[in-house]
């Protein structure tokens, strides 16, 4: 089921994907690369077509070919990520990971996606499919899995590869787990003696290259002499965590310090050399220099072919992008003037604040702006941020329990994989957190499952609205003292919402984009659910008075 790159040689470039075929090639030169296990384009595909996604991605991809207004496509982006953010992976797949990176990756993976049509060269695709970095465990594996599924198969990739002649729906799409190598320094040289006199280009920076300013070096190959050199002030630098890249500041007397050293750019050139030799020219290499060994890494190769301009289909979506970034910044402009509104307005008796601020089930954000007092019950925060100032509960979510002390009085969402793991992290870090309240996330069915042994051991719990089966695992999780509902992004049916307050949902958790809606929402469906009640209790005070009661 699983592909180490030592045996891609013995598949089909549709099985393993260009890049992982590319990447089997460097290091039968002898060139260190991470450890890379390839889960290959039938597993992918299986997964794909079982869950109906294939057939979603047809739909979306007709979508963007015949519509000239973006709402059905936008629809059915939202479609095909939620059926993807719920996609389940099989349990023997994700042992044989586990098994493979088992004493080969030690804090982080990097999953890649690994795309082969008859119609692409490996880099057609690339700004168009992203990478995700998770924990090396299974929650973090099926999320990166996930992530890069969604990714791969973002309007824009569709449009782009629609544009290039491909169906992508009948895209091969293998998927690439590596061993994070967590970057000193990073960066390409691009080799192509016939355009540039024998020389290779390299540009670097410090952490990860992506949007940060970088040092240029233009190589002579005869001599490896530097040609030509310009170095930028980069006082920021990106670095791999759990939560994507994350900035953090460089220090002051590195700013204007070369990112690569003369011996280190002598190793880039003589790589990119003999990849050159091997894939053809121009050729681009991706590398990195370890953090803390000095070690350089390829992470990918591959010969850079004449890229295609961006063409209609993909023009056409970009314009759709924009005009809903610029409605959603309209619309966050509306929502934070609202806010500055309910601020003033608070104090003065009678005066009618808008739906946003109607609601009466508690209510947690995940909001970067401190929203006013009263407004909403508290926000959703890193642990970084526990200390910060501001009023209103703070809930944050806990994956790792390990050297956590005392957090105070907070809610703490604690996830796992399996009640045996949710028992054993709620014990680890209980006793150290005394004034702390916990609750279990059931973004699993087992945990679902064993909502009877859990309640007994938790305050409460959370349930993300995408589980498949809501309603039967919302029926089993009443047995909770205290439930909340994780909306996510989603704005779900008024009626949903009803029957969760029906079950004894106490509370919500809101997306940043979608706080809005969600509200309104949440607020329309707190009416409904009132005037049931009120009617119900109407009814049987009548039926008292016919009994003379």
């Known amino acids: 089921m699983l592909i180490s790159l030592d045996e891609v040689h013995k598949h089909t470039e549709m099985e393993v ?13 002898g060139a260190r690369v991470p450890f890379t296990v390839i889960i290959p384009s039938d597993v992918i595909s299986q997964l794909m077509s079982e869950s109906g996604i294939r057939h979603d991605v047809f739909k979306l991809s007709r979508a963007i070919l015949d519509s000239e207004s973006p709402e ?5 982006e939202r479609e095909i990520r939620s059926k993807i953010n719920s996609l389940s992976i099989p ?3 994700l042992d044989g990971i586990m098994d493979s990176i088992a004493g080969n990756v030690e804090k982080m993976i990097v999953a890649r996606p690994s795309p082969y049509a008859s119609e692409l060269v490996d880099g057609d695709l690339k700004g168009r499919m992203g990478v995700w970095y998770d924990e090396p465990t299974k929650k973090g594996i099926v999320r990166s899995i996930q992530r890069v599924l969604g990714g791969s198969f973002s309007m824009r990739a569709i449009a782009r590869m629609m544009d290039l002649g491909v169906y992508p729906e009948d895209l091969d799409l293998a998927v690439m787990i590596q061993r994070v190598i967590f970057p000193r320094s990073s960066g390409i040289a691009i080799c192509c003696p016939a355009r540039r006199r024998n020389e290779v280009l390299i540009e670097s920076t410090w952490g990860a290259m992506n949007g940060v300013p970088k040092d240029r070096f233009r190589i002579g190959m005869d001599l490896m002499e530097i040609v030509e050199s310009e170095l930028s ?3 920021v630098k990106l670095v791999p965590s759990p939560q994507g890249v994350r900035e953090v500041e460089v220090p002051h007397h590195l700013w204007m310090e070369p990112s690569v050293k003369g011996n280190e750019i002598e190793g880039i050139v003589r790589t990119s050399s003999d990849l050159s030799l091997i894939l053809g020219t121009p050729t681009l290499v991706e590398w990195i220099i370890q953090e803390g060994t000095d070690s350089l890494f390829v992470i990918q190769a591959h010969k850079e072919p004449e890229r295609p301009p961006i063409k209609p289909l993909e023009r056409k979506v970009m314009g759709w992008l924009e005009e809903r970034k610029e409605t959603k910044e309209l619309r966050e402009e509306k929502v934070k003037r609202e806010l500055r509104e309910v601020e003033i307005a608070k104090p003065v008796k009678g005066v009618a604040l808008p739906s946003m601020a109607l609601a009466a089930s508690k209510i947690y954000v995940r909001s970067t702006v401190e929203l006013p007092e009263g407004l909403v019950d508290g926000r959703i925060v890193e642990l970084t941020e526990l200390g910060e100032q501001g009023h209103g509960e703070r ?13 105070g009085e907070v809610k703490v969402v604690v996830e796992a994989d399996s009640s045996k793991e949710a028992k054993e992290k709620l014990f680890s870090i209980a006793a150290s957190s005394p004034n702390s309240e916990f609750l279990i996330y059931l973004g ?8 009877g042994e859990l309640s007994d051991i938790y305050d409460g719990a959370v349930l993300p609205v995408d589980l498949e089966g809501f309603d039967a695992a919302l029926s089993m999780a009443s047995r909770f003292n205290h439930l909340m509902v994780d909306l996510k992004e989603e704005v779900p049916p008024v009626d949903l919402i009803r029957g969760a307050l029906s079950a004894g949902v106490e509370g919500f958790l809101l997306g940043t984009e979608s706080m809005e809606g969600q509200m309104v929402a949440i607020h329309r469906a707190e009416m409904r659910y009132l005037l049931e009640k009120l009617r119900s209790l109407e009814r049987l005070l009548s039926d008292l008075g016919e009994l003379g009661i």
């Open 17 to 29: 994907g260009l890049k992982a075929w590319n990447l089997s090639k460097v290091k039968a030169t």
């Open 72 to 76: 059905r496509a936008f629809e059915l």
């Open 91 to 93: 349990e023997d797949l």
């Open 233 to 235: 002030e980069k006082k």
């Open 395 to 407: 809930l944050v979510f806990l994956r790792d329990p390990t050297k956590i002390g005392d957090l």
């Open 444 to 451: 699993k069915a087992e945990l679902v499952l064993a909502s």
